[in-house]
Nanobody, 114 residues
Framework: QVQLVESGGNLVQPGGSLRLSCAASGSIFSIAVMGWYRQALGKQREWVATITSGGTTIYADSVKGRFTISRDNAKNMVYLQMNSLKPEDTAVYYC????????WGQGTQVTVSN
């Protein structure tokens, strides 16, 4: 089983940047398709981005051109670089398989506000 720990969330002003990290345990990580998801207060969790084991990426329209997903298989890490942040990006961010196959981690809070 894969265990996931997200970090890097913070309070940031609109237009700012953050880099989220996801540490994964488990030997299957290197072959797993991984994704980032987010859940805003009072809303359902939504998919944000996906990266295959080979590095192919897909993004939700709402973040395309602003967010970049990447991974380091040697370190069992997945990252989400978020630029040009908007207030509507405020949410708890999670990583998981794509589709989500593993137990959800605690997530990391991103707040975009003045």
């Amino acid at each position: 089983q894969v265990q996931l720990v997200e970090s890097g969330g913070n309070l940031v002003q609109p237009g700012g940047s953050l880099r989220l990290s996801c540490a994964a345990s488990g030997s299957i990580f290197s072959i797993a398709v991984m994704g980032w998801y987010r859940q805003a207060l009072g809303k359902q969790r939504e998919w944000v981005a996906t990266i295959t084991s080979g590095g192919t990426t897909i993004y939700a329209d709402s973040v395309k051109g602003r967010f970049t997903i990447s991974r380091d298989n040697a370190k069992n890490m997945v990252y989400l670089q978020m630029n040009s942040l908007k207030p509507e990006d405020t949410a708890v961010y999670y990583c998981n398989g794509a589709p989500p196959l593993f137990q959800w981690g605690q997530g990391t809070q991103v707040t975009v506000s003045n």
